[in-house]
């Protein structure tokens, strides 16, 4: 029964123990995910950017930094309206400037016109998607040709979380995402192992086919 109350806190905390407990292990166990992947989009400092399940706002603050130009743009999308709320105030200066705006959106579902992101980034997210071929559809429709999505993770963690019921199905395994996203439009989809200090971490590399 824990794993699955752990589970379910994961995928959509809530504002309760529970939930504040998970904001702290995301706050940790994330940092080393969510720079790696913002590093690794590329990202230029025009660019408009999404990070889909940005929970805390680590990431965003990450990619904020970047984007130096006037017409640079950040978006972030959260499932979670803890998360939403606390990657607000997070983020406040920067949203009531422009240069940020959060929606409090299912993936599946944004709120976005089509062909207007360039780089998209997440980590510790899709696991909790109901159905991958949505989501990465949702994902192709939003971004530019030839935009690039980074996904960050540590298989190693999955597989052990998997194991203890915590993460349920088939949907965290790399292999059956990375389908759902060259099923969706995607191109040049693969996975590599990164280095981070004494970290091992595994990156997914997709590019958006028009």
């Not at 166990?29 to 230029?44: D, F, H, P, S, T």
């Not at 904020?64 to 017409?71: E, F, G, R, S, Y």
């Not at 999505?149 to 949907?171: C, D, E, Q, Y």
């Amino acid at each position: 029964m824990w794993a699955a109350k752990l589970g379910k806190q994961l995928g959509n905390p809530t504002r309760s123990v529970g939930g504040w407990l998970v904001s702290k292990l995301l706050t940790v166990r994330n940092k080393v995910l969510e720079e790696n992947a913002v590093q690794l989009c590329g990202i230029q400092p025009g660019d408009t950017v999404l990070e889909l399940g940005h929970g805390p706002g680590l990431g965003l603050q990450s990619a904020a930094k970047l984007l130096t130009d006037p017409n640079g743009h950040l978006i972030g999308v959260d499932y979670s309206e803890y998360m939403h709320q606390m990657a607000k105030e997070r983020m406040k200066e920067l949203i009531t400037s422009g240069k940020v705006t959060l929606h409090h959106c299912d993936v599946a579902a944004m709120p976005l016109a089509e062909n207007t992101v360039d780089k998209v980034f997440h980590c510790n997210c899709y696991y909790f998607w109901p159905d991958l071929r949505k989501g990465a559809t949702e994902i192709h429709r939003v971004m530019k040709p030839g935009g690039l999505m980074i996904t960050t993770l540590r298989f190693s963690h999955l597989a052990t979380l998997t194991a203890k019921r915590v993460l349920p199905g088939k949907n965290w395994h790399p292999d059956t995402y990375m389908a759902a996203l060259k099923d969706s439009g995607f191109t040049d989809v693969k996975m590599e192992d990164k280095q981070h200090k004494d970290i091992t971490f595994q990156a997914i590399y997709a590019t958006a086919l028009k």
